[in-house]
């Protein structure tokens, strides 16, 4: 468990002390588990203070990914004198009924 809070240490400014501490305990429970990766499993498997609940919260926390993921890349793998490509991958993913509220345009090139 300390060497993942010590994976984390890099993102600690970034959110809070109780959103780090979830986020610790989801991912030893994720790393941790066999089988399908669901919200129950990981409850699980998380142990003390990582209940369900616990997990749904974390869940629903807005977290600002694009700084959590360059803090960690700068951190961890960084090279000065390296180069680097940045690339994306968008996942389309069909949509079930006739409209997206909100939406007046959807585009999937799947369709």
Do not use: H
Not at 72 to 96: C, H, M, N, T, W
Request: hydrophobic share 45%.
């Amino acid at each position: 468990m300390e060497d993942i809070l010590a994976l984390l240490r890099p993102i600690a400014p970034l959110i809070s002390k109780t959103t780090l501490r979830q986020l610790s305990r989801l991912i030893f429970g994720m790393l941790a588990m066999t089988g399908r990766v669901k919200m129950l499993g990981i409850s699980r498997w998380t142990g003390k203070g990582g209940s369900y609940r616990t997990v749904q919260r974390l869940y629903n926390t807005i977290l600002p990914w694009s700084e959590i993921f360059c803090s960690l890349f700068r951190a961890l793998l960084f090279q000065p004198g390296d180069e680097y490509i940045l690339a994306g991958d968008e996942v389309v993913v069909s949509k079930a009924g006739d409209e997206t509220y909100g939406k007046d345009c959807i585009f999937s090139s799947l369709a």
